[in-house]
């Protein structure tokens, strides 16, 4: 059986990916095949870390757009990504994975607090550690979460699970017929050509601490197992290019 080529992985599950069709709120039918899918890459001896979005309950962004205080807005996305946390954790436990979630902002009734050794020492330990409430600040994406993260447990890659694509593409496929899907980029790439595959915080972040990161499509059952093991799918952003 081919071996892992990743040790320490994290990775980032957006929001919107959780709602599945409905757009909105956490569908079990989805946020069970991802816990499935961590399954078999926990089984596979991969220590693996997550960070959730929340985009399916809340957008720091859209609503400060209708009025609401950034701030304000911000908090209120973190604590979505604690919702979703928790609806994770409990859906990996259901199946056997030890989980442990912590939080950026303390709420310890219902998680730990962040601490970086505590979350290596339950990594090594063969648990899932899901990372909820993002940075703790506002003006701070998920995506600069899982770029921080990465770095303070060292992380061997981001994988950045999508919904809709299958990869980086040079422009949306949904309403442009000649978009060209990308398999290697450089962050310096993504950054001059604005391709949004993470905000530039996370992307500049990810490039000063040489984190590779793999988007590929979380919709096909195994694609975590087949990133972990080498397989190219999907689009990898690094460094430079090979």
Same mark, same amino acid.
Request: hydrophobic share 45%; aromatic share 6%; with cysteine.
């Given at each position: 059986?081919?071996?892992?080529?990743?040790?320490r992985? +994290?990775?980032? =599950?957006? *929001?919107?990916?959780?709602?599945?069709?409905?757009?909105? %709120?956490i &569908?079990? @039918?989805?946020?069970?095949s991802?816990?499935?899918q961590?399954?078999e890459v926990?089984?596979?001896?991969v220590? +693996?870390?997550? =960070?959730? *979005?929340g985009?399916?309950?809340?957008?720091?962004?859209? %609503?400060? &757009?209708k @009025?609401?205080d950034?701030?304000t807005?911000?908090?209120?996305?973190?604590?979505?990504?604690?919702?979703?946390?928790?609806?994770?954790?409990?859906?990996?436990?259901?199946?056997?994975?030890?989980?442990?979630?912590?939080t950026?902002?303390?709420?310890q009734?219902?998680?730990?607090?962040?601490?970086?050794?505590?979350?290596?020492?339950h990594?090594?330990?063969?648990?899932?550690?899901?990372?909820?409430?993002?940075?703790?600040?506002?003006f701070?994406?998920?995506?600069?979460?899982?770029?921080?993260?990465?770095?303070?447990?060292?992380?061997?890659?981001?994988?950045?699970?999508?919904?809709?694509?299958?990869?980086?593409?040079?422009?949306?496929p949904?309403k442009?017929?000649?978009?060209?899907?990308?398999e290697q980029?450089?962050?310096m790439?993504?950054?001059?050509?604005?391709?949004g595959?993470?905000?530039?915080?996370?992307?500049?972040?990810?490039m000063d601490?040489?984190?590779?990161?793999?988007?590929?499509?979380?919709t096909?059952?195994g694609?975590?197992?087949?990133?972990?093991?080498g397989?190219?799918?999907?689009?990898?952003?690094?460094?430079s290019?090979?």
């Amino acid at each position: 059986m081919k071996e892992p080529v990743f040790k320490r992985i +994290v990775l980032k =599950v957006s *929001g919107e990916s959780l709602a599945g069709q409905a757009g909105y %709120g956490i &569908e079990s @039918g989805v946020i069970n095949s991802i816990a499935e899918q961590v399954k078999e890459v926990v089984d596979l001896g991969v220590e +693996v870390a997550i =960070v959730c *979005g929340g985009g399916n309950i809340w957008r720091g962004i859209a %609503g400060s &757009e209708k @009025g609401i205080d950034r701030g304000t807005a911000d908090y209120m996305g973190m604590l979505a990504t604690v919702m979703n946390a928790l609806a994770l954790q409990d859906a990996l436990e259901q199946i056997g994975v030890p989980t442990r979630v912590q939080t950026s902002i303390a709420m310890q009734q219902i998680a730990e607090p962040y601490i970086r050794r505590r979350a290596i020492r339950h990594l090594e330990k063969g648990r899932v550690v899901i990372f909820a409430a993002g940075t703790g600040n506002p003006f701070f994406s998920t995506d600069t979460t899982a770029a921080l993260r990465a770095a303070e447990i060292e992380a061997d890659v981001i994988l950045m699970a999508k919904n809709k694509v299958d990869g980086v593409y040079s422009a949306d496929p949904f309403k442009d017929e000649t978009a060209e899907k990308f398999e290697q980029l450089t962050y310096m790439e993504v950054l001059n050509r604005n391709l949004g595959v993470m905000d530039s915080t996370a992307s500049s972040l990810c490039m000063d601490n040489n984190i590779p990161l793999i988007v590929f499509a979380m919709t096909e059952n195994g694609n975590i197992k087949r990133v972990v093991l080498g397989e190219k799918i999907g689009t990898i952003v690094k460094g430079s290019v090979d």
